[in-house]
């Protein structure tokens, strides 16, 4: 199983940015413990994290043929990119929406997603674990 991992907008600051809600691992703590947990699935992964929209839909584009399933923590872009929204259904890859945080508890404009529609399932709330559960679902299926 081939797994595209993409953290989206300001994942680079983890470790540093408000970590009473994103945690204090940082993006290199964060990827190894995913590489760590594909590994026990048996599950290649491809990890990227980039800060701008086109990149993230490209990432997508450019991984759709290796893939079986994408991972992806939007961020920001959750609330309001129709078109990550639209590159995700076009590449036809069963995707899991993941949050560090709850979106549904947080300010109003953060509990909408534009991007969970076109996913099979979303993840929130549980921190880094949010990542490893989304990896458990994929190997279950």
Not at 10 to 20: S, V, Y
Not at 89 to 102: F, T
Not at 115 to 133: E, F, R
Request: charge should be positive; glycine fraction near 6%.
């Amino acid at each position: 199983m081939n797994i595209l991992i993409i953290h989206g907008p300001n994942l680079n600051f983890l470790g540093q940015r408000e970590p009473e809600i994103y945690g204090s691992l940082t993006i290199e703590g964060l990827n190894a413990l995913i590489k760590k947990h594909a590994a026990l699935k048996k599950a290649k992964v491809r990890i990227f994290q980039s800060n701008c929209e086109g990149h993230i839909i490209d990432l997508i584009a450019a991984n759709m043929t290796w893939a079986d399933w994408l991972i992806i923590n939007p961020a920001a872009y959750t609330h309001y990119s129709y078109a990550i929204r639209d590159a995700i259904k076009a590449s036809g890859l069963p995707a899991v929406e993941v949050h560090l945080s709850d979106i549904s508890k947080r300010e109003n404009f953060r509990k909408r997603s534009v991007t969970a529609g076109v996913c099979v399932k979303q993840i929130k709330g549980l921190g880094h674990n949010s990542y490893i559960k989304a990896i458990d679902f994929c190997a279950a299926q």
